[in-house]
């Protein structure tokens, strides 16, 4: 059994015990967390897909830790002007175990 949930702009297809990095959630490590916009479900042999949302679908989740990622480098130049910018960025992200997918 997995799901399409959709969170912090993005998609992600989750299954039960599975941990992966969203966007920043404002939850403490340890809370749990429940995510309602299930785009697609799939049980088996059946597959239901939503319109815009499936109806009466969560997906039950657990905050791990929340964290930042490697720095991303962006740097600009132009030839013959003398032109360089540099500068970093790290995104922040928060880590959750999947703890179950209620139809």
Same mark, same amino acid.
């Given at each position: 059994?997995?799901?399409?949930?959709?969170?912090?702009?993005?998609?992600?297809?989750?299954?039960? @015990?599975?941990?992966?990095?969203? /966007?920043?959630? /404002?939850? /403490?490590?340890?809370?749990?967390?429940? =995510?309602?916009?299930?785009?697609?479900?799939?049980? @088996?042999?059946?597959?239901?897909v939503?319109?815009?949302?499936?109806?009466?679908?969560?997906?039950?989740? /657990?905050?791990?830790?929340?964290?930042?990622?490697?720095?991303?480098?962006? =740097?600009?130049?132009?030839?013959?002007t003398?032109?360089?910018?540099?500068?970093?960025?790290?995104?922040? =992200?928060?880590?959750?175990?999947?703890?179950?997918?209620?139809?």
């Amino acid at each position: 059994m997995y799901a399409v949930i959709q969170t912090g702009g993005k998609q992600y297809r989750v299954a039960e @015990g599975d941990v992966l990095r969203v /966007e920043l959630l /404002e939850k /403490e490590p340890k809370q749990a967390v429940s =995510f309602d916009k299930v785009l697609l479900l799939e049980n @088996g042999d059946s597959i239901t897909v939503g319109q815009p949302t499936v109806k009466g679908a969560s997906v039950e989740a /657990e905050v791990i830790r929340h964290d930042r990622a490697k720095k991303v480098i962006i =740097f600009k130049k132009k030839r013959t002007t003398t032109y360089q910018r540099t500068q970093g960025h790290r995104q922040g =992200f928060t880590e959750i175990r999947i703890k179950g997918i209620k139809a």
